[in-house]
T-cell receptor, first 117, second 117 residues
Framework: GAVVSQHPSWVICKSGTSVKIECRSL??????MFWYRQFPKQSLMLMAT?????????EQGVEKDKFLINHASLTLSTLTVTSAHPEDSSFYIC?????????????FGNGTRLTVT | AQSVSQHNHHVILSEAASLELGCNYSYGGTVNLFWYVQYPGQHLQLLLKYFSGDPLVKGIKGFEAEFIKSKFSFNLRKPSVQWSDTAEYFCADLDGTSGGGADGLTFGKGTHLIIQP
């Protein structure tokens, strides 16, 4: 079945540094990738939608200059948390689809736990 | 590590039939369970969630789920489905061991439900 690999699975960084998270579709070409954030005891929050070769579409309230998303190829999207602060500590998860939303199922990565000290 | 299993990858039902989608989780500690739905052309929507209390959880659109600790299950049910319930359904387990911060979320592979008129 379709596999989405997310790396790293766990990262600890110091306040003020930047962290890059990679999301790769291993056995299919992902036309669209989604980035989410999981807050404790809440439902998943969609941060942005990224299509290969174009700028990401951010959800309201998500700072595009802080959460940089790049979708350079059909198999790779990256999320960079710039100048990270402790409040950015969270669980970030990506998902990818091979076709159009609604026609193709979502495939989720295993997520990245980010802790900013 | 957590894992979430959805055994039915494709389910086809007729309108007015009863629905039960299976979900089993592996983690034996604190459970925080979700069911999400992805309607055609739309993104994820939360159907219901269970953190504690009454193991029978009522969600939106007539859906409910029952948490059975002894079976590590959180099956989704609906007594009478409609054509508009055609969608992809995802079960998810949130690792709440940290009590806050970067909780990890694990999704099942999803169940594609088709309701025939």
């Amino acid at each position: 079945g379709a596999v989405v690999s997310q790396h790293p699975s766990w990262v600890i960084c110091k306040s003020g540094t930047s962290v890059k998270i990679e999301c790769r579709s291993l056995d299919f070409q992902a036309t669209t990738m989604f980035w989410y954030r999981q807050f404790p005891k809440q439902s998943l929050m969609l941060m942005a939608t990224s299509n290969e070769g174009s700028k990401a579409t951010y959800e309201q309230g998500v700072e595009k200059d802080k959460f940089l998303i790049n979708h350079a190829s059909l198999t790779l999207s990256t999320l960079t948390v710039t100048s990270a602060h402790p409040e950015d500590s969270s669980f970030y998860i990506c998902s990818a689809i091979a076709g159009h939303l609604g026609l193709s199922p979502l495939h989720f990565g295993n997520g990245t736990r980010l802790t900013v000290t | 590590a957590q894992s979430v299993s959805q055994h039915n990858h494709h389910v086809i039902l007729s309108e007015a039939a009863s629905l039960e989608l299976g979900c089993n989780y592996s983690y034996g500690g604190t459970v925080n369970l979700f069911w999400y739905v992805q309607y055609p052309g739309q993104h994820l929507q939360l159907l219901l969630k269970y953190f504690s209390g009454d193991p029978l959880v009522k969600g939106i659109k007539g859906f409910e789920a029952e948490f059975i600790k002894s079976k590590f299950s959180f099956n989704l049910r609906k007594p009478s489905v409609q054509w508009s319930d055609t969608a992809e359904y995802f079960c998810a387990d949130l690792d709440g061991t940290s009590g806050g911060g970067a909780d990890g979320l694990t999704f099942g592979k999803g169940t594609h439900l088709i309701i025939q008129p």
